[in-house]
């Protein structure tokens, strides 16, 4: 069985329409080979549930977005002020080109290496090198449409096998974050967790007990609507709803995330004195040939399949599950990677990509239209501007348990999206891809394995039928 794209629509009620997105003269080939009238985006920020609940959804990606962050920040220089301007410029525009919440999340591959190789540390040039050298892989790929192609034709159970193995990735940080001190400069886990104290165990556990009660198992968001009431038993299914619709009024997730910010200035008040307001100064980064070199070996080459990987084909098969009447293209998804980094590379923000997890996380904690990154765009904006690189100073006193709260929650949804495999045979490739992807540290060894055990399984079935 292999992916197949969304059925791609337009028109005033785009998300309703049964119409097909016809092709217009004159419309660039390369994105998504379709032209969309105006009246298709004005939906975008259209609320789909609540306003609390598209802003619980907009910080549901954090749990990956500050650790990396604020990891290449102090280790290798990375300007915070300017890599939340420009995300927050991605998180608006994709939220409007998209109409889904989608994330805007560091290429973990290309910080992996900046970070964890302490012999030598990446430098700035050469981590936008490598971000650059990605991007336009992913533009090429998508301008000529070999996006799509790869994407139609990969089987499903080899795609969910990647989500599923990211998922557990996340989740496993997740709980090494709960239990165990981090130290992000060094990459490495510390002492376990004391259980008292404002990052102990007692705070992030309170935190995922709090996200449990209000959220459930993250099923009721699609139900928060009203219902009308029906003869014999409607009291019982408008009480069910009334609860429902009370969960989804309340953020989990910006409750917790707001817990975090006022602990920072508790743990360290001196942070205080530390904020200079104003937006970081904005300069062209000069890479050098040598940097070219550094960046396209050591980071792009690793980056790219995981790219593909996650960043394309498992964000648009996610979003096809999550919402079915939009159009995610890979074509558009993998152009979108190219253009945000061939453009913020080259003035020092820090290199990104579109992620399953991330996308997993918001839709988890409420996120169901480009609002939830439009609020987060202009959240990141707001403290981009006002306090520059020295945001880094609060975020370096943030309560890591907290972010494991979030990242677990994340890492669990996007796992779960592998729950509809229908067969022992597409369980048994989606597993053994997740398996070699988790022991072997690498989306693009656990793929190519799927991809093979895939094709053995298929010859081996018309073999047997033909005998």
Not at 275 to 290: M, N, Q
Not at 386 to 395: E, H, P
Request: proline content about 5%; glycine content about 12%; some cysteine.
């Amino acid at each position: 069985m292999a992916v197949e794209e969304p059925t791609p629509r337009h028109g005033p009620a785009a998300e309703d329409s049964a119409a097909p997105l016809l092709p217009r003269p004159g419309c660039p080939a390369w994105w998504s080979c379709r032209c969309r009238p105006f009246s298709y985006y004005a939906s975008s920020f259209r609320l789909k549930t609540t306003v609390w609940s598209e802003l619980g959804g907009s910080v549901g990606d954090l749990g990956t977005y500050i650790p990396i962050v604020l990891a290449l920040s102090l280790v290798n220089r990375l300007d915070l002020g300017t890599t939340l301007v420009f995300t927050a410029l991605y998180n608006i525009l994709t939220g409007f080109l998209f109409g889904v919440p989608m994330p805007v999340q560091p290429m973990k591959s290309i910080a992996a290496v900046a970070i964890s190789e302490s012999s030598a540390h990446l430098s700035v040039p050469q981590i936008m090198a490598a971000g650059i050298c990605t991007a336009s892989v992913l533009f090429a790929l998508g301008a000529t449409g070999l996006m799509s192609f790869f994407y139609r034709f990969i089987p499903l159970p080899v795609v969910r096998g990647v989500q599923l193995s990211q998922g557990l990735q996340f989740a496993f940080s997740a709980i090494k974050y709960i239990r165990y001190e981090q130290d992000f400069s060094t990459g490495k886990s510390g002492g376990a967790r004391l259980w008292l104290g404002l990052d102990g165990l007692v705070l992030a556990l309170s935190a995922v007990l709090f996200v449990v009660l209000v959220t459930g198992s993250g099923d009721e968001g699609d139900e928060a609507e009203p219902s009308l009431p029906t003869a014999g038993g409607g009291g019982d299914v408008d009480g069910r709803h009334r609860r429902i619709n009370i969960s989804a009024r309340i953020p989990s997730a910006l409750l917790v995330f707001l817990l975090g910010l006022v602990l920072c200035f508790v743990r360290d008040p001196s942070i205080i004195g530390d904020l200079k307001f104003g937006p970081s100064r904005i300069r062209v980064v000069k890479i050098a040939w040598e940097d070219w070199k550094i960046g396209f070996v050591r980071a792009a080459i690793p980056q790219i399949p995981l790219s593909v990987l996650n960043s394309v084909i498992a964000v648009c098969k996610l979003s096809s599950d999550l919402f079915p009447n939009k159009d995610v293209s890979a074509t558009a998804v993998s152009v979108s990677v190219g253009l945000m980094n061939l453009v913020g590379c080259w003035f020092g923000a820090m290199p990104v990509c579109h992620g399953a997890g991330g996308l997993a996380g918001q839709y988890r904690f409420g996120g169901r239209s480009g609002a939830s990154v439009l609020f987060l765009g202009v959240g990141k904006l707001v403290l981009g501007l006002a306090f520059g690189n020295s945001f880094v100073r609060i975020l370096g006193q943030f309560p890591i348990g907290l972010l494991g709260v979030l990242l677990l929650f994340s890492g669990v949804e996007l796992a779960m999206a592998s729950r509809d495999m229908g067969s022992k045979e597409s369980s048994f490739v989606m597993l053994v891809c997740a398996a070699v992807s988790l022991t072997g540290s690498s989306a693009a060894l656990g793929f190519g394995c799927g991809i093979l055990l895939y094709a053995l399984l298929k010859l081996r079935q018309r073999f047997c039928s033909r005998i």
